[in-house]
């Protein structure tokens, strides 16, 4: 029986705008995309709830975060590396 290989997880760079409660943060992601039609670029601002397990993050700390399994209502990733 052969394995089934596991997909490579996203990895996103961002900086905690806000502690939400003792293990979870709000990591806001910039992303710059290209207009279709003008072919300008925009900054887009992506918030994520991500999980803390360390509980030491504060605010304008940048971290790696990573996607894993539902943790919650609204949480779907974790931070990697702070």
Do not use: N
């Not at 601002?45 to 919650?72: F, N, W």
């Amino acid at each position: 029986m052969t394995e089934i290989a596991r997909t490579r997880r996203r990895r996103f760079t961002g900086e905690v705008v806000s502690v939400a409660g003792a293990k979870s943060v709000m990591v806001a992601v910039r992303k710059r995309v290209q207009h279709r039609l003008y072919r300008k670029y925009i900054t887009r601002i992506c918030r994520y709830m991500a999980h803390d397990e360390s509980a030491k993050l504060t605010v304008g700390d940048q971290v790696t975060i990573e996607e894993c399994r539902p943790m919650s209502a609204r949480k779907r990733w974790r931070v990697v590396q702070s």
